[in-house]
């Protein structure tokens, strides 16, 4: 009997045999560049929000308390039909919270202060400028906008998980099991998946395309900030300019999409 391994070489044997037969080699290297299929700005609107390249800064001076991280996954993961599976082997999310040494080990010390081994900071996926996800996704079901969202079509996710191996911050999740078992209710705002189905936070780009900020900044109540990061008038970029701000492995050459304010004191204790 073919295991899943055999199944998935022949399944990319028969994809590239395919387009050798109907494409140029220039539409086989469109495919593995992680160009966007068609119809991936699907449901955009006049009033669109449009940026040359979307980012976010969380002010983590503010947002450290739990109650105020679960009004804004709540809000997240509710829009989203994200399941809450109880287990970190098999759980799903979109935006979690981690602490300072997980969360920028780089910066980390062997005599790291209490407070900042206890300090939680939200994350989530980083949108990246240079995405490894986008170049090891055999289907293009993950693709980058030219706005720098990195977003996915589920209907072309084959589970292979190449994508969570490359992503160097875990923000990518597998349902293992149908997601819809796990949700209380479903919400018409953004579709369910389906079992076998890798995902990840969108920046909320739905959202976007109808003329509306992302559910977290909305419930984050001016803690998270979202913008463009190619405007240096933007409200991202003069918070970056004028505060202490740091990103998640930047060594990495990924180029994050999402940033952190801390106090200088913060960033050098």
């Known amino acids: 009997m ?3 391994r055999s199944f ?3 399944g990319l044997a028969a994809g590239a045999l395919s387009l050798s037969s109907f494409g140029s080699l220039g539409s086989l290297t469109a495919c593995n560049a992680g160009a966007a299929p068609a119809g991936a700005n699907y449901g955009a609107s006049p009033q669109a929000l449009v940026a040359k390249r979307w980012g976010m800064v969380i002010d983590a001076r503010s947002l450290n308390e739990s109650v105020d991280f679960e009004r804004i996954a709540s809000a997240c993961h509710k829009n989203h039909n994200v399941p809450f ?4 082997k098999i759980e799903v999310k979109w935006i979690w919270q981690d602490s300072f040494e997980h969360c920028f080990a780089e910066m980390s010390t062997p005599h790291l202060s209490s407070r ?3 300090l939680m900071f939200p994350v989530l996926c980083n949108h990246c400028q240079s995405p490894m996800c986008v170049r090891l996704c055999p289907t293009k079901a993950t693709f980058q906008r030219d706005d720098g969202i990195v977003e996915m079509d589920y ?3 084959i589970g292979c998980r190449f994508c969570m191996t490359g992503c160097p911050y ?3 999740s597998l349902n293992f099991f149908d997601p819809r078992h796990f949700l ?3 919400s018409p705002n953004y579709p369910t998946r389906t079992e076998g189905v890798v995902e990840k936070c969108n920046f909320c780009a739905e959202r976007l ?4 900020l992302p559910y977290c900044v909305e419930a984050s109540e001016g803690t998270i900030l979202f913008g463009d990061l190619e405007d240096p008038h933007s409200e991202v970029r003069q918070a970056l300019e004028n505060h202490w701000s740091i990103c998640r492995q930047p060594e990495l050459g990924t180029g994050p999409s999402v940033y952190y304010l801390l106090s200088e004191g913060d960033a050098h204790a």
């Open 2 to 4: 073919m295991n899943r």
């Open 8 to 10: 998935l070489k022949c």
């Open 85 to 88: 599976i109880d287990d970190p």
């Open 116 to 118: 900042h081994k206890e």
């Open 155 to 157: 209907h072309r996710c």
């Open 170 to 172: 875990g923000a990518r």
């Open 184 to 186: 209380d209710e479903i």
């Open 209 to 212: 395309n109808a003329g509306q």
